[in-house]
């Protein structure tokens, strides 16, 4: 079985510039998670989907931060624009239904200098 | 507020010899309790979780974990340490229906030496 898919591996950009990440849950699961994880922490919840709706976004910086799931699917984040502390792993996770375990993609390393 | 707290940064042992990385939680009601692994450049993958039940649960690799509820651990277990063993540490819950966000603690460093 294939696991959570997510590219690009590394993106570096430069402050105010935009960028976005890429998502592709395993087949079938409902559920899809967008964590950031800064260095020495543990990652913290950004947006849950359960197929193509919203389940919480309440830690998303929603004037900067954007996410959709197409057709309840495939995901993608966006920052616009980029600030110095956006600098993070991103991890995209997904779970056949909400109270399941997660899986978690390789992660996206954002450096924003 | 509901938080997981993992009090060691690093946690050093030897090859061969039992290891313990502690993790506590603060919640009302009854959690849902996990364990992760982080290798380098790599997601987080699961180990075990408990959710009811027997207090000793066991996952991948030869890890246990203990929960105990007077004192609010879940403390992850092995009783022999691999050199492969050597990886960050999540412990992570979440705390009931309509709320299945997981909150994960800051991780611990196990380093095991030959």
């Known amino acids: 079985e294939a696991g959570v898919a997510q590219s690009p591996r590394y993106k570096i950009i430069e402050k105010r510039q935009s960028v976005a990440f890429w998502c592709n849950p395993i087949?079938?699961?409902?559920?899809l998670y967008w964590y950031q994880q800064i260095l020495g922490q543990g990652p913290k919840l950004l947006i849950q989907?359960?197929?193509?709706?919203?389940?919480?976004d309440s830690q998303l910086p929603k004037d900067r931060f954007s996410a959709e799931r197409l057709k309840g699917v495939d995901s993608t984040l966006k920052i616009q624009p980029a600030k110095l502390e956006d600098s993070a792993v991103y991890l995209c996770?997904?779970?056949?239904?909400?109270?399941?375990?997660?899986?978690f993609g390789a992660g996206t390393r954002l450096s924003v200098l | 507020a509901q938080s997981v707290a993992q009090p060691e940064d690093q946690v050093n042992v030897a090859e061969g010899n039992p290891l313990t990385v502690k993790c506590t939680y603060s919640?009302?009601?009854?959690?849902?309790l996990f364990w992760y692994v982080q290798y380098p450049n790599r997601g987080l993958q699961f180990l075990l979780k408990?959710?009811?039940?027997?207090?000793l649960v066991k996952g991948s690799y030869g890890f246990e974990a203990e929960f105990n509820k007077s004192q609010t651990s879940f403390h992850l277990k092995k009783p022999s340490a691999l050199v492969s063993d050597s990886a960050l540490y999540f412990c992570?819950?979440?705390f009931g229906a309509g709320s299945y966000q997981l909150t994960f603690g800051k991780g611990t460093k196990l380093s095991v030496i030959p």
């Open positions: 996770a997904s779970s056949p239904s909400r109270a399941d375990i997660q899986y």
């Open positions: 087949s079938g699961h409902a559920t």
């Open positions: 989907f359960q197929n193509n709706g919203v389940v919480d």
């Open positions: 919640v009302s009601g009854n959690p849902y």
């Open positions: 408990y959710i009811t039940g027997d207090n």
């Open positions: 992570a819950a979440h």
